[in-house]
C-alpha cells in the first residue's frame, strides 16, 4: 500500500489559522447547539479526520483510477464491482462518526458546528474525492430527509445512511434533460396505499449502484400525472434500491435497473450510472413500476432538492479547492527537491544545480497556486461558518443576514474553486515538467478529477445566470447588498490598520463599488437575453472581487504574527492584490457596455 505523506494532503497549520483564528469557532461553543465541544474536541476530531485520510483514502487514490468501477453481469443482473478499499475506507469514516459530524444528537450525530465538518470533509476530499463522493452524496441525502421528510422516513432511513450500512444518491438529469430539469418525463402514478409507482430513466447519477452497503436510497425528481409543466409539477420521491419491511429488513428489490456506466476522465472512483426506474425487471409486489415515497408536497420538489443541491455545489467548491490544494502541496514539495538549471547570472557550468523553487518563474506558479488553493478554501470554510450563523445565532437580524449572504456566495463558492483551483492543478503539471504528464506523479490525476467540478451540480453558466440572473437583484438586491457590507467592513478594518492592508483595502474598495454599478447598468437593460449574455464574466469578476476581501481578511487576522506562515499568507495576499484583483475592471467594463458579440453570433458561422 503507497505511503502518502500527511502533509501533502492539506495544511494542519493552514486550517489551524482559518478555523481558530480567522473564523473563531470556538465562540460557536458558547451557542446551546454546541456547548458539548471546545477547541479541544474541535482539534480531536480534525486530528482524526487527518489520520483516516492518510491512512484509510490516500493510499487506494491511484487504484481508484487505475482500477475503475465495472459492469458485471451475474445470472443477467447488471452489478457493479469496485476493489474492496473502497468500501473499508468509507465503513472506518462511519465508524468514527464523521459522516454525522454536523448532524443531530438525537440521529447520532456528533453536533459539530458545520464549518467544522466542511474541514473534515476537506481531508477527505484531498486525499480521496472518488471515494469520499459516496459519504458526501449519502451526507445530503440524510440532510434532506431531515428538513423535508416525515418522521417515519427518518427514523427508516436516516440513521442506517449515518451508519454507513445505506448509501444515498440524488436523481436528476434524463439522457434528455441534463440542466434543463422542466423537460424531465419521469412519472410517479399514485397507488391507493399512499405509495407511488415511477416510470422513467436517470442518467448521470454518481452512486447509483454498487455493494458498499445494505441499500441505497435514491431521491428521485418525477412527475406526477395531472400536474402543472414546467418545473412546477416537479415532485420529490425517496426510491430505494431494497424495499425495507416494518422493522428495518431488508425485502424485495425494486424496480431500479442498471442500465451501464458513464466512464470518465477523472473522479473515476466515484461510480456514475444509467438507472431505469420501471422497466419490470424486479417487479415489486407483481406490479411493474420503481416504488417510491412522496418527500415533501406534491409539486413542491425540485424546491425540495435544492436542499440537496446547495449542500453539494458547496461541497463541490471545498472538492475543488481541496484537490488545488493537495496539487500545489505536491508541486511545491517537487520544487523543492527537484535540482535543474543555475542562477540566471551564473555561467559557470561547474556550478551546482539549484532547486527549481529558486528560479523566479516557478516561484510564480508556486505563489498563483497557493492564492488560488488557499483563497478557496478559506471562502468554502467561511461559507460553512455562514451556515452556523444562519442556524444558530442568538438574533433573527443576523441569522437573516447570513443567509442573504449564504445565497449570494453559493454560486461563487461552487464555481470560483472549480475553476481555479483547475488552473492551480493545471500549473501543479507545470511545476513538474514532463513528469508532471506522467501518471507516476499525482497531480495529473488531480487536474482530471478537478475536472469534472466546473460541469456537475449545476454548470459554470448555470452558476453564473444563477448569480446575476437572480441573487443579486433578488429581494430589491438584499444578497448584494450583504455581501458589500461585508466587504466594507473589512476595508474599514483595513483602513484603520494603515500599510499594505489599507493599499489594498483601498483596491478592493474601488472594485466593490464598481461591481455594483455595473451590476446596476446591466440590470437596466430590458432584454433578459442581452443581460445575461455575458454572465460569466460576471460570475469570475464577482469572484475575483470575493477571493480579494477573503485575502485582506486573513491578512487581518495575521497581526503581527512574524513567522514563516504568516509570512507566506502576506505574499499570497500580495500575489492576489497584484496579479488577479486588476483582471477585474477590463472585465467590468465589459460588462458596462453590454457587449453583444455573442448574441450577434449566429450558429451558422460556427
Known amino acids: 500500500m503507497p505511503h502518502v505523506k500527511r502533509d501533502l494532503i492539506l495544511s494542519r497549520a493552514d486550517l489551524r489559522f482559518l478555523l481558530h483564528d480567522w473564523l473563531r469557532v470556538e465562540d460557536l461553543t458558547a451557542r446551546d447547539r454546541f456547548t458539548e465541544h471546545t477547541r479541544e474536541t474541535i482539534d480531536a476530531v480534525l486530528e482524526l479526520a487527518a489520520d483516516l485520510a492518510t491512512e484509510q483514502f490516500a493510499p487506494h487514490n491511484k487504484r481508484n483510477d487505475t482500477e475503475e468501477p465495472e459492469l458485471v453481469r451475474t445470472d443477467e443482473v447488471a452489478r457493479v464491482r469496485l476493489h474492496p478499499e473502497v468500501g473499508s475506507a468509507l465503513a472506518t469514516a462511519a465508524a468514527a462518526g464523521l459522516l454525522s459530524a454536523t448532524m443531530d444528537a438525537e440521529v447520532g450525530g456528533l453536533q459539530l458546528p458545520h464549518v467544522v ?40 432511513w436516516v440513521p442506517p445512511m449515518l451508519e454507513g450500512r445505506y448509501h444515498g444518491t440524488m436523481c436528476l438529469s434524463e439522457p434528455q434533460a441534463g440542466s434543463s430539469l422542466a423537460d424531465l418525463t419521469t412519472r410517479a402514478e399514485p397507488r391507493p396505499d399512499g405509495t407511488y409507482r415511477l416510470h422513467g430513466s436517470k442518467m448521470w447519477i454518481s452512486g447509483g449502484d454498487h455493494e458498499l452497503g445494505e441499500n441505497i436510497v435514491h431521491l428521485v425528481l418525477a412527475r406526477i400525472p395531472g400536474g402543472e409543466p414546467g418545473t412546477k409539477g416537479i415532485s420529490l420521491f425517496l426510491v430505494p434500491k431494497y424495499l425495507v419491511g416494518p422493522n428495518g429488513e431488508t425485502g424485495e428489490r425494486n424496480d431500479v435497473t442498471l442500465v451501464g456506466l458513464n466512464h470518465k476522465m477523472g473522479y473515476r472512483g466515484t461510480v456514475n450510472t444509467l438507472l431505469n426506474f420501471g422497466e419490470g425487471t424486479f417487479s ?29 455545489r458547496i461541497g463541490v467548491g471545498a472538492g475543488a479547492a481541496a484537490l488545488a490544494y493537495t496539487g500545489f502541496l505536491k508541486s511545491a514539495d517537487y520544487a523543492r527537491t527537484r535540482p535543474q538549471g543555475r542562477p540566471p547570472g551564473s555561467k559557470d557550468p561547474a556550478t551546482p544545480m539549484v532547486p527549481i523553487i529558486r528560479h523566479a518563474d516557478v516561484r510564480r506558479m508556486l505563489l498563483a497556486q497557493k492564492a488560488y488553493a488557499e483563497g478557496a478554501l478559506a471562502l468554502v470554510l467561511y461559507c460553512g461558518r455562514l451556515v452556523d450563523e444562519e442556524r444558530t445565532a442568538e438574533t433573527p437580524d443576523v441569522r437573516e443576514r447570513a443567509h442573504r449572504l449564504l445565497e449570494t456566495l453559493t454560486p461563487i463558492a461552487k464555481s470560483w474553486p472549480s475553476q481555479w483551483g483547475l488552473e492551480a492543478n493545471s500549473l501543479a503539471i507545470q511545476v513538474h515538467g514532463g513528469y508532471g504528464y506522467t501518471r507516476e506523479y499525482d497531480v495529473e490525476q488531480h487536474y482530471r478529477d ?28 438584499a444578497g448584494l447588498t450583504a455581501l458589500v457590507e461585508a466587504i466594507s467592513a473589512t476595508v474599514d478594518r483595513a483602513r484603520w490598520t494603515g500599510g499594505r492592508a489599507a493599499d489594498f483595502g483601498a483596491a478592493l474598495h474601488r472594485a466593490t463599488d464598481r461591481l455594483v454599478e455595473v451590476t446596476a447598468a446591466v440590470h437596466g437593460c430590458p432584454d433578459a437575453e442581452q443581460r445575461l449574455a455575458n454572465a460569466s464574466v460576471y460570475l469570475e469578476a464577482a469572484g475575483h472581487v470575493v477571493i480579494a476581501w477573503i485575502w485582506l481578511d486573513q491578512l487581518l487576522a495575521l497581526g503581527d504574527r512574524d513567522d514563516d506562515f504568516a509570512s507566506g499568507k502576506r505574499a499570497a495576499a500580495r500575489y492576489f492584490f497584484r496579479f488577479e484583483l486588476p483582471k477585474v475592471g477590463p472585465q467590468l467594463d465589459l460588462l458596462a457596455s453590454l457587449d453583444p458579440t455573442v448574441l450577434d453570433t449566429s450558429p451558422d458561422w460556427i
Open 450 to 477: 478537478n475536472r469534472l467540478n466546473p460541469i456537475h451540480e449545476g454548470t459554470h453558466g448555470i452558476q453564473a445566470a444563477d448569480l446575476l440572473g437572480r441573487k443579486v437583484v433578488v429581494d430589491g438586491g
Open 117 to 156: 465538518g466542511t474541514a473534515v470533509q476537506a481531508w477527505f476530499q484531498a486525499a480521496n474525492v472518488g471515494t469520499w463522493g459516496y459519504a458526501m452524496l449519502t451526507v445530503a441525502n440524510a440532510n434532506l430527509l431531515m428538513a423535508h421528510g416525515t418522521p417515519e422516513q427518518i427514523a427508516t
Open 284 to 312: 415489486p409486489g407483481g406490479e411493474a413500476g420503481a416504488v417510491g415515497y412522496l418527500v415533501g408536497t406534491a409539486g413542491r420538489g425540485l424546491a425540495a432538492m435544492f436542499h440537496m443541491m446547495n449542500e453539494a
